[in-house]
């Protein structure tokens, strides 16, 4: 039977074991289809491929490998996974935990055990944000051991929710329309990076961490603070998911729907040479509530606008 149906322990309470099952079943269901959906709408994985999945240890990562293992399984290509922790030497990191893990599942690992934690310390002045330098060492070590595993695609475990939260990031602070990509070659030209996890929300890889009791490591074992500009936003789209059930669907719904003549950048649309030349226009200058009722969204989960 489904491990995830076996599962009943972190389950809410009040509920028949029956019902907890059917629920577990139809977000496995979920995550396996909007997983799925992303790899084919982005044309992320193909025959003969690769791939290296990152695991940190986080719910997310974790989640991401069940479900590409699981799709691996029902796919009419074929394709390798290779699980690979960076071990980044912060102190007390429990590094049994995710060989452990892995040797249980069978699939192939690597742990690349690389002391950034040091580098780190010394290069950043106490009180300083951390995350950046790190990231960036990181993704350096990453890309490779890709290389060395003969790896072409590196997937990582960002969702829906880090997608949006990076979104409004770069609008407030930074000033830009400009989100996180499905898919996008790599900063040295080499490999492919896919996140694979592009339409799934946070609160289904939470669930579904729970119910498969992933040996989940907390992420703040370098004592870094979460950074408090992101933990605003998420803040934000929380309040905004309680109070206007949609809204946050529909933001997301958006970054698949540009119109560029609608907007302001002037590299992405010709506005000084357009001219009227008596051809209709079926863009032209309608605004948002008068347009037509919106045709059903081609992203998933998307709840159609509402007309009053
Ligand atoms: S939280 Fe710690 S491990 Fe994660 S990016 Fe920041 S400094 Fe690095």
């Given at each position: 039977?489904?491990?995830?149906?076996?599962?009943?322990?972190?389950?809410?309470?009040?509920?028949?074991?029956?019902?907890?099952?059917?629920?577990?079943?139809?977000?496995?269901?979920?995550?396996?289809?909007?997983?799925?959906?992303?790899?084919?709408?982005?044309?992320?994985?193909?025959?003969?491929?690769?791939?290296?999945?990152?695991?940190?240890?986080?719910?997310?990562?974790?989640?991401?490998?069940?479900?590409?293992?699981?799709?691996?399984?029902?796919?009419?290509?074929?394709?390798?996974?290779?699980?690979?922790?960076?071990?980044?030497?912060?102190?007390?990191?429990?590094?049994?935990?995710?060989?452990?893990?892995?040797?249980?599942?069978?699939?192939?690992?690597?742990?690349?055990?690389?002391?950034?934690?040091?580098?780190?310390?010394?290069?950043?002045?106490?009180?300083?944000?951390?995350?950046?330098?790190?990231?960036?060492?990181?993704?350096?070590?990453?890309?490779?051991?890709?290389?060395?595993?003969?790896?072409?695609?590196?997937?990582?475990?960002?969702?829906?929710?880090?997608?949006?939260?990076?979104?409004?990031?770069?609008?407030?602070?930074?000033?830009?329309l400009k989100g996180m990509p499905a898919k996008l070659v790599s900063d040295d030209g080499k490999h492919m990076v896919i996140?694979?996890?592009?339409?799934?929300?946070?609160?289904?890889?939470?669930?579904?961490?729970?119910?498969?009791?992933?040996?989940?490591?907390?992420?703040?074992?370098?004592?870094?603070?979460?950074?408090?500009?992101?933990?605003?936003?998420?803040?934000?789209?929380?309040?905004?998911?309680?109070?206007?059930?949609?809204?946050?669907?529909?933001?997301?719904?958006?970054?698949?729907?540009?119109?560029?003549?609608?907007?302001?950048?002037?590299?992405?649309?010709?506005?000084?040479?357009?001219?009227?030349?008596?051809?209709?226009?079926?863009?032209?200058?309608?605004?948002?509530?008068?347009?037509?009722?919106?045709?059903?969204?081609?992203?998933?989960?998307?709840?159609?606008?509402?007309?009053?």
């Amino acid at each position: 039977m489904n491990a995830v149906l076996d599962n009943a322990a972190a389950a809410p309470a009040g509920k028949s074991a029956e019902k907890i099952a059917l629920e577990n079943n139809k977000l496995h269901k979920r995550l396996c289809r909007l997983v799925g959906q992303a790899i084919g709408d982005f044309n992320m994985i193909e025959d003969g491929d690769k791939v290296m999945v990152c695991l940190s240890g986080g719910k997310d990562s974790y989640a991401l490998l069940d479900i590409l293992m699981t799709l691996r399984e029902r796919a009419p290509i074929n394709f390798e996974l290779v699980a690979v922790n960076l071990d980044q030497k912060q102190p007390n990191f429990p590094d049994h935990i995710l060989p452990a893990y892995l040797k249980q599942l069978g699939i192939p690992f690597h742990i690349e055990n690389q002391d950034t934690y040091s580098i780190v310390k010394r290069l950043i002045p106490e009180g300083k944000t951390t995350c950046s330098l790190c990231s960036r060492l990181r993704r350096g070590i990453l890309y490779r051991v890709a290389d060395e595993l003969g790896c072409n695609k590196i997937a990582l475990g960002h969702h829906r929710d880090d997608i949006l939260e990076t979104f409004f990031l770069n609008m407030f602070f930074g000033g830009k329309l400009k989100g996180m990509p499905a898919k996008l070659v790599s900063d040295d030209g080499k490999h492919m990076v896919i996140r694979p996890m592009a339409y799934v929300k946070e609160e289904d890889t939470e669930r579904y961490a729970e119910v498969k009791g992933f040996p989940i490591i907390p992420c703040d074992l370098c004592g870094s603070q979460e950074n408090l500009q992101r933990k605003q936003i998420k803040g934000l789209m929380r309040d905004w998911e309680k109070k206007f059930p949609g809204r946050v669907e529909n933001i997301f719904s958006s970054l698949s729907t540009v119109v560029p003549s609608h907007l302001m950048d002037r590299d992405l649309f010709g506005f000084k040479d357009i001219k009227a030349d008596g051809q209709a226009n079926p863009l032209g200058d309608i605004a948002f509530d008068e347009e037509p009722c919106s045709t059903p969204s081609t992203v998933p989960g998307i709840i159609p606008l509402q007309r009053t």
